[in-house]
């Protein structure tokens, strides 16, 4: 009777025990999924509902999957009209739907910046205000319409004869965020989203740095390196023009990563021939 008793209380135990055990893990599993998530509220116009800043240094580990992810999308977009659709209608809507969807913060990131870096202000206060002026300036006109002519017609020329460079030139331009939070972890106020993200720390942009590296470098080396080496030397530029970096010093880094990846491969591909 003892022994019983005894062995149905290790039983309610162990049920106990199993019950905490999967507790603990959908607690686990609901948290990297949060954190995944908020990934995309962060980085894209994506919105699972996930916006909390407290996730942030969590989700920096999700980056090089939000990157492969993002970039397959617009891979499986371009890769279905162009199935349906004549040359050069498919590029233009993989722009379209890349702007849209993923790059429209670190384009406006690029105007800023242009206008800012671009001016003959010397001051590190005075580009910061250009900075953060919602007006659109010249120079920001200039090199928007630029980049995106270039783009496209990088696109069209690139595209068709390997589709998949639009995965690895979008991991690329993550890529030059992490990098450049990395080797330049300063931010150059003291608040705003680049402060929000600087504010995880310079070793949390390590790994998720070497995995995206490691994975586009075996397919694009040559592009891999003058991308990183881009997001490196704006990094530089940034923090002797600013003292640190801003979001919008990021997004542009994260465009001129993108482009400057693909125009490697253009220019690989033309000496080819």
């Known amino acids: 009777m003892i022994n019983r008793f005894r062995n149905e209380k290790n039983k309610r135990g162990a049920i106990k025990i199993e019950k905490k055990a999967i507790n603990i893990l959908k607690n686990i599993l609901k948290d990297e999924i949060s954190a995944f998530a908020f ?101 920001a006109v200039l090199v928007g319409v630029i980049y995106l002519l270039a783009k496209i017609e990088l696109y069209k020329s690139l595209l068709p004869q390997n589709t998949k460079i639009i995965i690895f030139s979008f991991s690329a331009g993550r890529l030059g965020i992490l990098a450049s939070s990395f080797l330049f972890p300063k931010p150059a106020k003291s608040e705003g989203l680049g402060y929000i993200f600087l504010s995880a720390g310079r070793k949390t942009f390590l790994l998720p740095c070497i995995i995206i590296f490691s994975i586009n470098f075996y397919f694009f080396p040559y592009e891999t390196i003058f991308s990183a080496l881009s997001s490196a030397i704006f990094g530089f530029l940034s923090l002797r023009r600013i003292n640190g970096l801003t979001g919008d010093v990021l997004g542009a880094i994260c465009e001129i990563s993108e482009i400057v990846f693909l125009t490697t491969n253009f220019v690989i591909k033309s000496a080819q021939f």
Do not use: C, W
């Open 39 to 139: 990934t995309f509220s962060f980085l894209s116009r994506i919105n699972f509902g996930f916006y909390k800043p407290e996730l942030l240094k969590k989700s920096i580990k999700y980056i090089p999957l939000f990157s492969f992810v993002s970039g397959g999308i617009i891979f499986v977009s371009y890769y279905i009209s162009k199935k349906f659709l004549p040359h050069p209608i498919p590029e233009f809507l993989t722009i379209l739907i890349q702007y849209l969807l993923f790059n429209y913060f670190h384009f406006d990131g690029l105007l800023d910046f242009s206008d800012a870096f671009l001016s003959h202000k010397k001051n590190r206060e005075d580009i910061l205000k250009i900075m953060d002026d919602t007006k659109i300036g010249s120079f």
